[in-house]
């Protein structure tokens, strides 16, 4: 066996399907995914028994298949009845011919069984494509048929971000935290991020006082931008390489406090206030 080349002339067809998704769960990984292009595979209620598919591109396992801008695919939904509810499922449907090898990606609804009590979603197949899977479905909305209406319509796939999008997602912002504290200082060193795909908030902060601090509890507030206040309170122990000297920070939906518990003799307050902001 030798290394072969794919995106290279070879002098003969030697290109698989399977090469191609290879690469692109090298790339983008092994999952199913909605590509964060055109319409996005957006769906539109025509009637009870009719939703609309808009353009989008799909990445099953590595199989990119697409349906072009400003298409689109009207699907039928099996009429409800009266006194029935019923979950049926628009999915995204691989299949290759075990005797042609020609594979298709088709839209499909699987339609779930009615009852009188609480549906729960039809069963579907799905398989590993690159472990020899023939037919695999790829869920992309559940649709909640209540009597003879359709009544909701979720969205069940996700939509992969871009390189571009993924690396501004992980390059922190800096921002402006002001910070007010009773004790007089010589220093203040504060250094706030925010990570936007995580939506975390990082905050370092060192204190130098202007006497040393010779016992007693004392608290500081930041104030922050709206857009990174907490989301929620809670609290956090906080580091401090100051001798007897103990940090506590106080996350609340306002602004994110600490407070300074010192036993002794402190000349450094050091700290880290770390929240969400989802």
């Excluded at 989008?56 to 801008?69: K, N, S, W």
């Excluded at 940090?247 to 939906?253: D, E, F, K, P």
Aim: charge should be negative; glycine fraction near 8%.
């Amino acid at each position: 066996m030798a290394l072969n080349i794919i995106t290279g002339t070879t002098g003969k067809n030697h290109v698989t399907s399977q090469d191609a998704r290879d690469l692109h769960m090298g790339i983008c990984g092994n999952g199913e995914y909605v590509l964060n292009i055109g319409q996005k595979l957006a769906h539109e209620v025509l009637t009870n028994t009719s939703i609309r598919i808009k353009d989008g591109d799909i990445l099953m396992q590595g199989c990119h298949a697409r349906l072009v801008d400003d298409d689109y695919e009207d699907l039928s939904i099996q009429a409800g009845e009266s006194g029935y509810k019923r979950y049926d499922l628009i999915c995204a449907k691989y299949e290759k011919d075990t005797n042609t090898e020609v594979e298709s990606m088709t839209f499909e609804v699987v339609t779930g069984t009615q009852t009188t009590g609480t549906p729960t979603n039809p069963t579907y197949t799905s398989t590993i494509l690159r472990e020899g899977g023939n037919v695999n479905y790829m869920p992309l909305y559940r649709v909640y048929i209540d009597g003879i209406n359709i009544s909701s319509v979720t969205q069940l796939f996700t939509i992969t971000k871009s390189l571009t999008e993924l690396n501004t997602g992980i390059t922190p912002i800096d921002f402006s935290a002001d910070i007010t504290y009773n004790i007089a200082r010589t220093s203040t060193n504060v250094k706030a991020l925010f990570y936007p795909m995580l939506k975390l908030v990082v905050i370092n902060f060192n204190i130098v006082p202007t006497n040393v601090i010779t016992g007693g509890v004392e608290t500081g507030v930041f104030t922050v931008p709206t857009a990174y206040k907490p989301s929620n309170i809670c609290y956090v122990p906080l580091a401090s390489t100051a001798a007897a000297v103990e940090t506590q920070g106080l996350i609340s939906a306002g602004n994110p406090t600490f407070s300074v518990y010192s036993a002794g003799n402190t000349q450094l307050v050091r700290g880290m206030l770390v929240y969400d902001t989802v």
